[in-house]
């Protein structure tokens, strides 16, 4: 029973994070339906205020994403619930954590930049979809239904062992090691409207994804060793290599 339940339990998981996905998208691209954006509505704050909450809101993502990625959080993790749905309740705790972003972010008015109305505008839309584009193909790539718990409560209901981990590196990530990112930070970036709050998350999302990539490269490198060892010698993190590595 319990393992029909696990099942249930993933899919209410899966289910509820594409929700929030694209809500997020939604969300950076400042969609004009949505009840809540990263420019609407105004905030009565004053701009300081207004910037420490949402820099404590990106530090809760950041917090809740790193810390429970991690290999040692994990084990503790998993002495208290079950293996199989650990990763959709990782999933489900990196919604809570975009979805308290979505309800208490407050947008900050002035522009970096602003260039509606010109030709730049729909250039910058393909971009932005382009980046969400890519987020998404990283994740079928790397394996999206294990990256969303799915797997892993699958395999436990036909009593399958966890699949060992391995170390892909189809399409993009033969260009970059971290294309999924790399697809967050032009999704984040590329808007024909930079407002101040804008850029304040955009900011914080990329330093949050810099660092991340330590960890995880470490948690990598203790996986693949010298395969991953390797790879990060020969391709670029977030960017193609322009020439190859000797
Ligand atoms: C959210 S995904 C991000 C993947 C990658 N950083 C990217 O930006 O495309 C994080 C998970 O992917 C795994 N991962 C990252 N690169 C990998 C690779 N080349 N092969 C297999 N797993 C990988 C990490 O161990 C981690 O569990």
Not at 6 to 11: E, K
Not at 41 to 63: M, N, R, T
Not at 115 to 121: D, E, I, K, N, P
Not at 222 to 234: L, N, T
């Amino acid at each position: 029973m319990s393992r029909v339940a696990h099942l249930l339990f993933g899919i209410v998981a899966y289910g509820v994070f594409l929700g929030v996905f694209l809500y997020l998208i939604g969300f950076v691209g400042d969609l004009a339906v949505l009840p809540r954006t990263v420019d609407h509505p105004a905030s009565a704050l004053a701009p300081v205020a207004a910037i420490a909450v949402d820099a404590l809101l990106i530090l809760v993502f950041g917090l809740q994403h790193s810390i429970m990625a991690r290999a040692g959080f994990k084990a503790a993790w998993t002495r208290i619930v079950p293996e199989a749905i650990e990763r959709s309740l990782f999933v489900l705790f990196a919604s809570a954590a975009l979805v308290l972003l979505f309800l208490f972010w407050q947008p900050l008015r002035g522009d970096v930049w602003d260039v509606r109305g010109t030709l730049g505008a729909p250039l910058l839309w393909v971009v932005f979809g382009a980046g969400w584009g890519i987020v998404l193909l990283s994740t079928f790539l790397i394996n999206h239904f294990e990256l969303f718990g799915l797997s892993q409560v699958w395999n436990q209901l036909r009593q399958r062992p966890a699949a060992a981990p391995v170390l892909r590196q189809p399409l993009l990530y033969k260009l970059v090691r971290h294309p999924l990112y790399s697809g967050f930070f032009i999704a984040f970036w590329a808007t024909p409207h930079m407002s101040y709050g804008h850029a304040l998350l955009a900011v914080g999302m990329s330093v949050y994804m810099l660092i991340a990539i330590v960890y995880e490269e470490r948690d990598l490198v203790r996986m693949f060793g010298q395969d991953y060892e390797e790879y990060r010698g020969r391709v670029g993190k977030l960017a193609p290599r322009l020439r190859r590595a000797r």
